[in-house]
């Protein structure tokens, strides 16, 4: 782990690529606020905070999936204050209909959806506060209600779904404490995922503006919003 800032907390997970890479980088430079960015690869970690050169970000080179990987990041924040948390780390599988496994659905579950509500249980305690804590889960518009759905993305899509609706769940579980959730259902974003999910689409909207916009989510959208699953999407493929 690489520790170079002091204060509140925004934890951003899935951050060495993509939407959690942009959503550090506006976070740290355009808002000032202090980061842990965590992800599995420990080396792009490491180049985003050369790029940034801020010691108001933290690194944490971590695999969520891990059985511990919870205890994990609850050691390294306990005592700090979190003011936001956003659950952007995601696992993509395609199968065609016919070939998906037990394993398969289990991996998505977990990693997508289970993982994410059992981070924010176990950091309930930082959350606390004032201003209130905002958990923000990044979901897709894959798994919201009534949207269009694709074929060989069926427990992708059900376990975006599961998350939206836990991020719903969190807000009643933290009603008397005053911690916000909220889930945030991307459309096409030009990512390696978006790539590896529909080859040749070309999406709309660069990870930088949507990094962007869940920056400034993280950081403003619990005054007007909790327990919310909004659409943010100008296309879906």
């Known amino acids: ?3 170079t800032g002091e204060g509140p907390l925004i934890i951003v997970t899935g951050a060495s690529q993509g939407i959690g890479r ?3 980088r506006a976070l740290v430079v355009e808002h000032g606020r202090h980061v842990l960015a965590v992800a599995r690869n420990g080396r792009a970690l490491i180049d985003l905070a050369g790029e ?3 010691d108001r970000l933290e ?5 969520l999936a891990a059985p511990d990987a919870t205890e994990q990041l609850r050691r390294i924040v306990v005592g700090r204050r979190v003011a936001g948390m956003v659950h952007n780390a995601g696992l993509l599988i395609r199968r065609p209909f016919g070939e998906w496994t037990s394993d398969d659905a289990s991996r998505l579950f977990h990693v997508n959806a289970t993982v994410p509500f059992l981070l924010t249980q176990a950091l309930a305690a930082q959350l ?3 201003p ?5 889960m990044i979901s897709s518009m894959g798994g919201y209600q009534d949207s269009a759905k694709f074929p060989s993305l069926a427990f992708y899509s059900a376990s975006k779904a599961a998350l939206a609706c836990l991020a719903q769940c969190l807000a009643e579980e933290f009603r008397e404490r005053g911690i916000r959730s909220n889930c945030l259902a991307l459309g096409a974003v030009d990512t390696d ?3 590896q999910a529909f080859p040749g689409y070309a999406a709309p909207v660069t990870p930088a503006t949507m990094g962007a916009y869940v920056a400034r989510f993280v950081l403003e959208g619990h005054n007007l919003y909790n327990g ?10």
């Open 1 to 3: 782990m690489q520790t």
């Open 22 to 24: 942009a959503t550090v």
């Open 52 to 54: 940034i050169g801020s």
């Open 59 to 63: 690194t944490l080179a971590l695999d």
């Open 128 to 130: 606390d506060g004032d």
């Open 132 to 136: 209130p804590g905002h958990v923000v």
């Open 193 to 195: 995922m978006l790539r």
């Open 228 to 237: 919310k699953v909004l659409p943010v999407a100008l296309s879906t493929p």
